[in-house]
């Protein structure tokens, strides 16, 4: 009997929704080509997108290949941070020019079929929940995608439906906004800001052919990918998921957009990782031009999709501007949010998970952040709000009552 | 024809929820029994809570009725902040011990029939929004209650249905933790934050009768209303309404619990002012015993509502914590979400309404806020989604691309 | 202290939404003003509706007050069906004309403070669960308003969060419109179809000063409001809840709408009765000159609340359109209805609940029917999913494995 | 650069979630194995299910591959309906016994990258409208598959996310069920029923190796898959998408179960096809022993979804179980669905979408359908919601007054 699928239906196929960038996820990422670890206006694209047509961008993880699905962190001890991310592109917008607004559709993002796993890590500095109480420890979860469901031999009894997305999807800065940012984080570092990533060459990566000067500046100059900017980039928004719509600015002729880091789930809030993964997006991009002026945008703006989770049931915590050791800061956003997921990881250890665990799934899971208020000074209310369903035992507090319901629970590669 | 209902079922019906505590929304606070505008642990009791039974509570709006319907804010210039939040209470929780947690069901929250409206403030130093840059100026607007639905004459082509809940509910603290309070409070304001309200004995009031020298203390020790704190207190949960559950530490012998500053709506993040309205909230206490110690219990802890608003059409901005000027913060999480409310302002204007009153509907309209990503120094990002189906004209982008769509509106009261 | 309300504010409140009707819920219905029983095109009006405002309208439970709040069902055995629903008006729409279409908008449906308390009925003949070889007894439980949730004493561990909708609301046929009720409705009857009620005098109420010749005449030929028409009427949508809106057909200049049969909740399907109950609707009624035309409007037409239940969770059982003997029924709905329900009874009965326990569960809780499959001839399939949350255990089916779990459950006044 | 995966990496993933069935949706389904198209106990498995653990089963489309992608409805015309459904399987289940049943997890179904499309078709004859009155004419529309999206270029200015789902899942009869429904089927047809499949040689397949005898004997007993029954089959329930989990009778030891008939997408109520499909099914098999019993399971049960739609703003239309000539049936459920769905045609066709267009929305969009009202004989109501958010314009009632709303719009494949 045959098997191969026809030739010209699968010709027609590829050509409906064409795929501008192949990877391999098994290969490491410094090998491969239209990849790149910097933002810098001068990466030369490396396809065009076809307007208001569906296509696809296959992408790395984050780590560009570094972690293995096995049952050691010793990947994660070797891990070179400074080539984060991975992204694939940049794409020419044909037509885009400084001023203009892409507006993008996030169609679908998944797993490679060759690869149906994903992974999140701890480790002292990487989060933000880095506090001199509290010692985070370097922990590896492998987390293990069966269709659209994820759970995690590291982290049992907890199994949920993800809400893929790229954690990078962004535009490239024109050189003044490139300086801006450059000069900007250099000033926070130098007033004391801890783990601020500075342009740095080692890490610094571009899969086209380019002129050695060329490289060399872009490797020189090129943003670190970490922090979300303006311009989209890591802003790594869980909601942005298949169904969802994301509007961005336009820097330079033709946008230069480059997607990435695509993530299986993630905690609003990402303390961490989020459940990282390589994976191939569809997207579909327009042009709304002159749109930065008519919709007034400074930064990424997007609409919700109705294909989102439904998990509605939450237990929330929630964190106030004081610092653990009784310090009441003026509004400190980072402090209320660290003391909403600290109270959660306490009443998750109750069940018997270990303090790392209990961090993977605030990072991971699908967690519902809240800025609650802001007015009330000097205390600052964020909450984090942990659906009820995602665990195979009851977590409501009536659970605790009465004598504590202890697991013997194993946990992630350390 | 009879008219009357009959006595006894009439008496049935009250002792089937009793009123703990009656008030006259038409009267000024500083006039009526039973409300209190400090927290301190010697305010007296005024009844006994009925463990695991459903109760009413009576409240005036937070102000203690200085505000009128009407459209001129000459009420708001004269308003004394001082006497901020007008509560009922303090409830007997009979049993309740230091160390346990109340357990509190929310069954509900709803204006008077006799005051079927509500308002919103703005003005400089009263909110989140405040910023060298962006002028705040002093405005009301009044919200008319149409069933579940409201809207409001100075901020026209809007309407919503409520989401009421209490911005207000907290147990009394030790004099311990009432004196780490005032000290950490004192410490930052020494430090040069502003509009951290510290004790005063302006606008001090509790309605008990009480022995001179104690009403003294209370007025002088007692701890302003305006911040949330462990206790719960002014933590303006939105997601509090009817049929959500929430959970706050016991800190004295019979945990003294308090409830005020009714709200028919709010935004998440509530920059400025809720809907503030007077009203009746039905509330059913249980005991936890020793459960801040079993459940980890730091800060209140909550469970949402089944019966939530399903507002998930939403455009939603990003705010990163880059300030106006272009200064770089670290994770600061008060100017991330002051740009994302600036951003989702001035994408309202470009529809006609006035800065004041976009600024009103990111505090009073059910927008959903969301930490978005903590972990990518130095930039924290937070979001803020506008519900599409609140407006009567159709916000999203392609509805300013090709050509403004100004409208004239009116403005709220100034 | 003063207590009263000052007479002037509550003017205002007052006429800022108007009460058309008050009635009496502790007295019989037949006792009172502005109540009828039938639908007849000549019933006077008894107010006028203001077009584009709210208006509150108080209304019976559908029986007129002949059930009580006690453990015995002896007021069920001699309930007067006949006089079933006592509906409040009608009213008048100015400007209303045959052709148009009213566009009413339901703001707030809820019971009176003074009756906190509703009632569902099961008895032989009254519900769609009738079959021969499935015995229905008489009873009657009780259910306890708590703000917005209720509970019964008689249908224990069970609890839920209500969606208040008004189970009749209609207009006024026309003589023609009328006719043709009478007629296809007997012809049914006379084909075999039982329990169809046709038009009688025992039980037909007008409150309205009337002469006798047209009193006589519309308790003649009144329609019996049981079955749901064109108009509306007696459509039991559980959905029509606070937030929603209805699109009704005009038949008579004025329209002649009534509202009444509230209802605290309701299972979509409503097997039996409801949560009935007595209480205020506050509606908004809009006009759509020529409607009928322009929507190609035959039957009500809704849309959705932003606030209905969220209640996703569920537990579903599918009916198909063969009977319980085994015999095939082409395209059956109701005997497809009916095995998804006798499942559903079955299934609850294995934790311990009586079969009338179970079947009123069906039909006052929020469950959810769906329609599944038409065109799979000759098989129609019909879904009812369960709430997983409205229970204090587990329901799943993994908590019948392994040893039943029966509870002792006390059973519903019989 | 090397672009192949690594072997062994590529092995560890297909045995993570190994594949029991390949096909070739671009070939006849009557040349392929592993599929059959009737129910019959005698079919032999084709594979074992590796319990409690994820695989996958490709899947024709129901038809087999009749239909081809283009603008031709000729292809409908001669379609072998006789050859319903080209199901995968049947998969023995280990352990399985008469008396158990299978919890089914469905983990994802997705289309074949290879085929990024489905169709829906119309036919008289063919699905649930057929009305003396209406005529049904034959036509065909592609819907394009973009990621999680689809839209047809046959019905415009619609697009929205789809539920893929199983069309059909069912354990195999034993010997006496399929007695049962022979018998019982045929006694409906003898009665004047339309439309009921019986067995008939023509179109029967069995892509086993067998032998003659066997061959035959299935052929002519082997139910046919049309109807949805007791072991499941074409039950056509779309809100078992991905996330959802059905609950199986099983019948013969082994279970033998099958999966096929996949859908993009599909209306409650499914009144002709839905976006028909072919692709993957992931899934995992649990066992319930002697569940029939302890669950009291007669037909399907399923659990909803956290990933289901949240299309919750809709237009809803009604209809009762009175014909269109004015004949009132008793409690017709069909009659009463038909009624609902003729009230949105003739409301979609205001803005200028044909019949047949705007049928197919009501069989392939996400329509959400309900059972209403079944007690008030001889009334059975049944509501139909179309979701706002799925058109590229305004549908509700206010876009229709003043002045219709006609659009050009193109149609569907004749």
């Known amino acids: 009997m045959p098997t191969a699928i026809r030739p010209k239906d699968l010709k027609a196929a590829q050509d409906a929704v064409p795929t501008l960038v192949r990877v391999n996820p098994y290969l490491p990422g410094y090998t491969q080509k239209d990849i790149h670890t910097r933002w810098h206006p001068d990466i030369p694209c490396v ?3 076809p307007l208001g047509q569906a296509f696809r961008v296959e992408c790395l993880d984050y780590s560009g290949g570094q972690v293995v699905n096995d049952d050691c962190a010793d990947d994660i001890l070797d891990l070179d941070h400074d080539s984060d991310h991975h992204l694939s592109g940049p794409f020419f917008v044909p037509g885009a020019q400084p001023g203009d607004v892409l507006e993008i559709d996030v169609l679908e993002i998944r797993p490679f079929d060759s690869q149906p796993w994903g992974y999140c890590v701890t480790a002292p500095g990487l989060g933000s929940l880095d506090h001199p109480d509290v010692e985070t420890r370097i922990t590896k979860s492998i987390w293990d995608f069966r269709g659209c469901e994820t759970s995690s031999r590291h982290v049992p009894h907890v199994s949920f439906h993800g809400r893929p997305h790229p954690g990078v999807i962004g535009t490239a800065p024109s ?23 500075q342009p740095v060459v080692n890490g610094a990566y571009v899969g086209q052919d380019l002129e ?4 060399d500046r872009i490797y020189r100059e090129g943003a670190r990918t970490s922090p979300g900017r303006e311009h989209g980039g ?3 928004i869980g909601a942005l998921t298949n169904g969802a719509k994301i509007y961005l600015p336009v820097y330079v002729p033709g946008a230069k957009l480059s997607v990435g880091d695509l993530h299986f789930c993630e905690a609003d809030g990402e303390p961490t990782t989020a459940i990282e993964m390589a994976g191939i997006a569809t997207l579909r991009v327009n042009l709304i031009p002159g749109g930065i002026s008519s919709l007034s945008l400074r930064t990424p703006m997007y609409q919700t999709s109705p294909a989102d989770l439904r998990y509605n049931d939450q237990l929330v915590f929630t964190g106030l501007s004081v610092d653990l050791d009784g310090t009441q800061t ?12 600290f109270s959660a990881i306490d009443y998750l250890m109750e069940f018997g998970y270990t303090r790392e665990q209990a961090y993977i799934l605030l990072s991971v899971a699908p967690v519902e952040t809240k800025v609650v208020a802001t007015a009330n000074r000097p205390n600052f209310v964020i909450s984090l709000g942990i659906p009820l369903a995602i665990f195979d035992f009851d977590i409501r507090p009536s659970a605790l009552c ?3 319901r202890r697991r013997e629970i194993t946990g992630p590669a350390v």
């Open 47 to 49: 396809a065009d997108v």
């Open 175 to 197: 050189p003044e906004l490139l300086a801006q940012w450059t000069e900007r984080e250099a000033d926070v570092a130098r007033r004391g800001a801890k783990g601020v990533c």
């Open 212 to 215: 050695p000067g060329l490289r």
């Open 234 to 236: 890591n802003i790594d």
């Open 330 to 341: 003026e509004s400190g956003g980072l402090v209320a949010y660290r003391n909403a997921a």
């Open 402 to 404: 009465g004598g504590r």
